[in-house]
């Protein structure tokens, strides 16, 4: 009895160290539904990620702020959670999109400039002239670019069809 004794508080303190190291990284729920402005603003740690994967990338001055958007979104990239969100100039995403996917265990972001295809010509080349940033994995650009790909006839599509539900 006296060693159960001895060995409680012993534990308890072992789990009281372990917590913190748990709760540094936080839920990717968190930041699920945010617009990549907000995230900038309230999410120092994506806020860093992001800023140090660009930084030596020549970007539009809108890229700086992520004003437009689409909200942040939790995907599967190899079996880690991660954030994916995309932004572009407030004009609209129909000439350059900015996709960020934000590893939140790593505390890591990467992504591309998209340049999409030109909307009279969904096959032009304008797509290679795209730069990726923060070194995403193969299966992490796979995604990305389909993702772009996708977001870019679809964005085509309600251009030519403008009447057509989404």
């Avoid at 994995?137 to 995604?143: D, H, L, M, R, W």
Wanted: proline share 8%.
């Amino acid at each position: 009895m006296k060693k159960m004794l001895f060995l409680l508080p012993v534990l308890s303190l072992s789990f009281a160290l372990a917590l913190p190291a748990a709760a540094a990284t936080p839920a990717p729920e968190r930041y699920a539904g945010q617009q990549p402005e907000a995230l900038l603003k309230t999410a120092p740690e994506f806020a860093r990620a992001f800023r140090n994967a660009v930084r030596d990338l020549e970007l539009p001055q809108w890229t700086k702020r992520l004003a437009a958007g689409t909200p942040a979104e939790v995907v599967d990239i190899g079996g880690k959670p991660h954030i994916l969100t995309s932004a572009c100039s407030q004009q609209g995403c129909h000439d350059e999109r900015l996709y960020i996917l934000f590893d939140v265990q790593a505390k890591k972001a990467s992504g591309i400039f998209f340049l999409p295809p030109s909307r009279d010509n969904i096959d032009d080349m304008r797509v290679a002239l795209s730069q990726w940033y923060g070194k995403p994995s193969k299966e992490a650009s796979n995604f990305l670019m389909e993702r772009a790909m996708q977001d870019a006839h679809a964005a085509a599509q309600a251009v030519a069809n403008p009447a057509a539900p989404q």
